[in-house]
């Protein structure tokens, strides 16, 4: 399946794992890793600010996905900040331009491509061995029929994606999007999370660091919608409206779940007061109204199905 930006917190791991080993500071600058990034005004932007989306270059966002990655990075470093944004006082998802920043800082760093170290580094050592942030051709071919292909079910009859369930769609390192795997293997990756001791991916307070409430009440220019964020996660926002917050965990996740979800087509998440993991994958897009509310009663009807519901309306004392 394809996780869409399901895929981001992988990348945020990435980072942190340079932050441990003294690389990276959350409020460095940016262009203290990267010099050429430092112009149109982006001088003042930070690591932290990348990950909590409060940057402000939204406009860099509207790249080919079939660009190389050179020219991806360049095309993102000239890109301007925003007309009147102040870095880190106002919120604005950014699809996938601050990840390649973010990716591109691990590989200077560390000297492997991306897509190489998440795999070295993050998939093998969780057993994760199905999973890439790009497939090689090989892998692809070897894969055959269980790739899954992506559809736009806004229309009638439903139109495959093309480039998407394509082999060269699938071998692109896109750091913020091009996640694929078993969605269980995600789910495995959430259950490190949740309990990330005796692994040498990183250590337990840098994993509760990431998954803290770092960006709080800020009104999100891109979703429309008050959203609190962590490091790279989205923190449950029920606080803001559950109904209507995008991309959340349902109605009856406790105040501390985490996690990211794939534009109009996965979920994952974990709980902490529940010690409940969620993942889950659907290979059709049916536009965003339709999307939100069928997320929202999956993720509602999993609490309601394991007995979780009078647990959540009590604060979540019981398990």
């Not at 409020?27 to 989306?53: A, C, W």
Request: charged content about 20%; aromatic content about 10%; proline content about 8%.
């Amino acid at each position: 399946m394809l996780w869409l930006s399901s895929t981001k917190p992988l990348t945020a791991i990435a980072i942190a794992q340079q932050h441990e080993r003294g690389g990276v500071g959350w409020n460095e600058p940016v262009m203290r890793y990267l010099p050429e990034f430092g112009q149109g005004g982006k001088e003042s932007i930070t690591i932290r600010h990348l990950l909590m989306h409060t940057a402000g270059f939204r406009s860099a966002d509207r790249i080919p996905d079939e660009l190389p990655w050179d020219e991806t990075i360049a095309q993102i470093c000239a890109a301007p900040l925003e007309p009147g944004w102040i870095p880190g006082r106002q919120a604005g998802y950014q699809i996938v331009s601050s990840w390649f920043i973010l990716a591109e800082i691990v590989r200077r760093l560390d000297g492997r491509s991306f897509d190489r170290y998440v795999r070295d580094e993050i998939f093998l050592p969780l057993g994760m061995n199905d999973s890439w942030i790009g497939i090689p051709p090989e892998r692809f071919r070897g894969y055959a029929d269980r790739i899954a292909p992506m559809y736009a079910t806004d229309i009638r009859p439903p139109r495959p994606i093309p480039l998407w369930n394509t082999e060269k769609g699938c071998a692109i390192c896109r750091p913020a999007s091009n996640g694929r795997g078993p969605i269980r293997e995600l789910g495995r990756f959430y259950e490190w999370l949740l309990h990330p001791e005796g692994m040498a991916i990183l250590k337990p307070e840098t994993v509760r660091e990431l998954v803290q409430r770092h960006r709080v009440g800020l009104f999100d220019h891109t979703f429309q919608h008050v959203i609190d964020w962590g490091l790279g996660f989205i923190i449950n926002s029920n606080r803001w409206g559950a109904e209507t917050v995008p991309y959340g965990y349902g109605r009856y996740a406790s105040p501390d779940t985490f996690g990211h979800s794939g534009a109009q087509s996965s979920s994952a998440f974990a709980d902490p007061v529940h010690e409940l993991v969620v993942t889950w994958a659907l290979n059709g897009m049916p536009g965003e109204r339709a999307h939100q509310k069928r997320a929202r009663e999956i993720n509602s009807a999993l609490y309601e199905d394991l007995g979780l519901v009078a647990a959540s309306s009590r604060g979540g004392s019981e398990k």
